[in-house]
């Protein structure tokens, strides 16, 4: 009786530990939570402010015209003629910058030696040379030749020249001279110089 009794407790204890252990396995395979991934905080950073460009700044700096060019009108007397003259002034001509270069076209008209209507259509070139600096009013001299293109007639002429003292301000200037304006052919003009005009730099 007493091995009958002890055989039984060793099954059951056997039984109970099976079943124990398969529960515990069950336990662990349906109970199993999966690896949870730390969770990283993201870097605190400054927000970036597009600050404006200046306006020295290469990328605000765009193609610059050249500052020693001015072009002008005049108006007045050339050789002795009412005129009226489009010109552009080239600043330091020959690198000097005292020194500059004036070309143009010029029309006139009036009577001539002859005392008939003449139209004459001029080219020119002169040189400058200041004689003062600023600021303030500044003297110069020019002298310089012209070409009669066109007169009465569709008779092209020949080269004359013309000399004068000129003095600018800001954007006005006067000048006062002699000029010559030749046909090629009798009669030709010549006479005084008195003109103003206004320039503008671009």
Do not use: W
Request: net charge positive; glycine share 14%.
């Amino acid at each position: 009786m007493k091995r009958i009794t002890a055989l039984i407790i060793i099954v059951a204890t056997v039984c109970f530990t099976g079943v124990g252990f398969d529960a515990a396995y069950a336990i662990v395979r349906r109970g199993r939570t999966p690896m949870i991934a730390p969770q990283l905080e993201p870097l605190a950073t400054e927000p970036v402010v597009a600050k404006p460009l200046g306006s020295d700044h290469p990328k605000r700096v765009g193609p610059r015209l050249p500052r020693d060019t001015d072009i002008g009108v005049t108006a007045g007397i050339f050789a002795g003629l009412p005129s009226l003259a489009g010109e552009i002034r080239f600043k330091n001509f020959l690198d000097m910058d005292t020194a500059s270069a004036k070309l143009g076209v010029r029309y006139a008209q009036g009577d001539d030696a002859d005392k008939v209507l003449r139209k004459y259509a001029l080219v020119f070139a002169d040189g400058v040379v200041d004689l003062s600096a600023g600021p303030g009013a500044i003297l110069y001299v020019a002298g310089g030749v012209n070409y009669l293109a066109y007169t009465t007639g569709k008779k092209p002429g020949t080269f004359g020249g013309e000399a004068y003292l000129g003095m600018r301000e800001g954007g006005l200037y006067a000048e006062a001279g002699y000029g010559t304006i030749r046909t090629g052919f009798s009669p030709s003009s010549k006479g005084l110089i008195l003109s103003v005009g206004f320039k503008h730099r671009y």
